[in-house]
């Protein structure tokens, strides 16, 4: 067994595994606990950084925020939910925390199953890694 290998394949396997529970974490536990609530969306705001002198290369970033009600009191402030097509005035769901309704987030969407897969994929590429090739 190639000991350059076996290490090489060691390094990717803890780093799949970080992506792996990270995707786990964002799409299982993240809003453990919290509580969902109808939230209108107050104003979305839009950044544009550009990254050359022509506009092919521009960035744009939105922030949604929101208003929502938790037992009569009113709570608003940035969200981290963001999808095309919302409106000012739309009706969104976002999730609270009964301990602290003024803490709140969105639901993960693709990007826990986005990192559940990459860690997925990666951790068998890094068994592979460590237990395929010539031996020695």
Excluded: C
Aim: neutral net charge; proline residues 3%; without cysteine.
């Amino acid at each position: 067994m190639n000991v350059s290998r076996v290490f090489t394949g060691i390094f990717m396997l803890v780093i799949s595994l970080a992506f792996l529970g990270a995707g786990i974490w964002m799409q299982f536990f993240r809003l453990s606990g919290y509580e969902p609530a109808q939230a209108r969306i107050t104003k979305i705001e839009t950044t544009t950084s550009n990254h050359s002198t022509s506009n092919k290369h521009s960035k744009h970033s939105h922030t949604v925020y929101v208003e929502y009600v938790v037992d009569g009191q009113i709570y608003a402030g940035p969200s981290d939910v963001w999808e095309s097509g919302m409106t000012e005035g739309q009706m969104i769901t976002i999730y609270y925390n009964p301990d602290n309704p003024a803490q709140m987030g969105g639901e993960t969407g693709w990007l826990g199953w986005f990192f559940i897969a990459i860690g997925g994929v990666a951790v068998l590429g890094s068994i592979g890694t460590m237990f395929t090739g010539r031996r020695q």
